[in-house]
């Protein structure tokens, strides 16, 4: 079931692994930091409960889509799991395993986004040109937002108040409150691939097609240009207090600086690799300056930016990592393989 | 030119790709229904816009919206389906559903910037290789359609393959001249007469028509044939070289050449005998972006000549030829 014996790393005395047929497509972890879930190309969402951590065997396999889960967000309710797939279902998963459907395109449901504080809850997911906003239990369908072309990616703002979506040509930024029908649109030209928000608003980036990324400072709408690698970026994390910009792309992790006037005109700061293999997943610890970091080469390391510090993960795995992501208390994590790999590693103490 | 090779996975382990091109009503659909309910023991996922004239019978059918982009790789020419990129790499995901995948396009569609995904994005060209450009053309109706549309004209030029469909609609003779008029716009692609789409699979999937190994092989004389250069627009110039060449000049030439006029080449096809190289050196380009590697030994005996095909508009053959024979080892 699990090649567990050849991984080196935390994974060995504080994690386990499991092994199922199909691309891991995303991982996270529930609100209340006690469910992990992996989605499948198979369609497949694999839910671990923290208790049965080192239990691989008992982490629960529930057929959500008819083809690939392409998308997996935190459920607004502490303990589930919305998943978007290609046969157009935008589903919930909850936590004794029931599956519901809140919504039904003729496109695959390519992103999937959630937010939840202690005024407001929302859900939303894209498909084909089309943003759906729903409301946090996801029966009421609040907004429709058009784009001009196929949406890339989708982000919340840290407080829930905007909602920005990239697509050819741009972002798009739109409130949520229901009385706001206008959009803000950022312009660049080209092709847009994925979008993350400074967790204090201060900017919103883009990866793009030609191997670099595009930013704009939403204070006025400058734009910042950050390029140099040698790939297409496909992970990007924001610190905890936005002060680095993490991302993958190159056989370093580069990091871009979020203070004393931003990224513009300074070179990134690069932090160690695996010694030549392509990063692939990059996320920041939601509670401490760690940051973890997935490779093509199948391994996960976590990086101290402050000393350049690194801790194995875990090493050996082979495949390339496609998925990697804390639990919001930072205390696990979780990541999957391009060939079916599943960890999930305990950090607490004791 | 790419001096890197194509992929570090064999040829056999990238996913044939094959791109159905023609003009509205010329049958694409149910060329496309007739692959696909074949008795192949074949899978495949199928890649259709949503304007399709009809139903497209298979599990595994995807909606497209045929968004083109311009690469900002200093390339004028070079625009790329970004949905392709999108659908393409998920569909890589599920590698063991399906033996190979087919996009259809729309009737008007330039076939340029699906082929041109293939050359311009890393993780496309990792996983998959355009296996052929397959254009569809209604015998009936093809010469009025080429007076009309620029479109039909490009989809013939760039075709790898030609299938001349609802040949029990014209005559003998009708049909020799609407072969002669595909012939001068593409003196290259292998054309194949059908009815109702009822054509042998073997000359539509997996021909390798983009790496011309197959096609050489079924027509050896393609390159000889010069004769039609009356076509005022789109044509094809063929040029071959018994002295070998030598690689580092073909690549200068070649590269400055695509650089100036690739906007006007529409596709550029080669097996080249490069100086002191064992193998064959498959060439290729799509407009600027090229391509090339070598495809395996001469055969015992076979004259080792090079041979080169442009197909585009306003080509100059002296200047060309000229060019190609600057490129022989001294």
Known sequence: M???????????????????????????????????????AEGDVIVAHRADLADPASWATYAVHDGA?????????????????????????????????????????????????????????????????????????LKTLEHPSSVTGIVFDTKGKRLAASHYNG?????????????????????????????????????????????WRLSDGHNIRMSGYPTKVRSMSFSRT????????????????????????????????????LCTRVAHNPEQDILAAGFADGSVIMIEPETKRVLPVCLGAGGAISALAYSPDGCLLGFGTEDGLMGLVDLSAG | MSDTPLSSEPANALVPVTVLTGFLGAGKTTLLNHILTAEHGRKYAVVINEFGELGVDNDLVVDADEEVFEMNNGCICCTVRGDLIRILGSLMKRRNKFDGIIIETTGL??????????????????????????????????????????????????????????TDLVDEARLKSVEDTLRGINALAPIHKAQKGNVKLTDVMDVGGFDLQRILAST?????????????????????????????????????L???????ILRS??????????????????????????????????????????????????????????????
């Open chain 1, 2 to 40: 699990s090649s567990s014996s050849t991984l080196r790393g935390l994974i060995e005395k504080r994690g386990a692994t499991r092994t199922v047929e199909g691309h891991i497509t995303a991982c996270a972890a529930s609100h209340d930091n006690l469910r992990f879930a992996f989605t499948t």
């Open chain 1, 69 to 141: 889960a392409l998308a997996l967000a935190p459920d607004t309710d502490p303990s589930g799991f919305l998943t978007g797939g290609d046969d157009g279902r935008l589903c919930r998963l909850n936590m004794h395993g029931e599956i519901d459907e809140l919504g039904k395109s003729r496109r695959w449901v390519d992103h999937v986004a959630s937010h939840v504080d202690a005024k407001t809850a929302y859900i939303a997911s894209a498909s084909g040109k089309v943003v759906e906003l729903r409301d946090g239990r996801g029966e009421t369908l």
């Open chain 1, 171 to 215: 972002a798009s930024v739109w409130f949520t409150q229901p009385k706001s029908e206008s959009v803000r649109t950022l312009e660049w030209k080209g092709s847009h691939t994925g979008i993350a928000i400074h967790p204090a608003g201060e900017a919103l980036i883009t990866t793009m097609q030609d191997n670099d990324l595009h930013g």
């Open chain 1, 242 to 277: 936005g002060k680095w910009l993490a991302t993958s792309g190159a056989d370093v992790v580069v990091m871009w600086p979020f203070f004393g006037g931003g990224p513009m005109g300074k070179p990134p700061l690069e932090l160690p690799g695996m010694g030549g293999a």
């Open chain 2, 109 to 166: 569609a330039d076939p340029a910037p699906v082929a041109q995904t293939f050359f311009a994005d890393e993780d496309v060209r990792a996983k998959t290789r355009l296996d052929a450009v397959v254009t569809v053309v209604d015998a009936y109706n093809i010469e009025q359609t080429l007076k009309e549309s620029p479109e039909a004209r490009q989809q013939i030029a760039f075709a790898d393959v030609i299938i001349l469909n609802k």
């Open chain 2, 220 to 256: 050896p004389d393609f390159l000889e044939n010069t004769h039609h250069h009356h076509e005022e627009d789109l044509t094809s110039v063929s040029l071959t070289l018994k002295t070998p060449l030598d690689a580092g000049k073909f690549q200068m030439w070649i590269g400055a």
């Open chain 2, 258 to 264: 695509l650089q100036e006029k690739g906007a006007d």
């Open chain 2, 269 to 330: 096809k080669g097996i080249l005998n490069f100086e002191g190289q064992p193998d064959r050196f498959a060439f290729q380009a799509v407009h600027m972006m090229a391509d090339g590697n070598a495809i395996g030994p001469w055969k015992e005996g076979e004259e080792r000549i090079s041979r080169l095909v442009f197909i585009g508009r306003n080509l100059n053959r002296p200047q060309l030829r000229r060019g190609f024979e600057s490129c022989a080892v001294a």
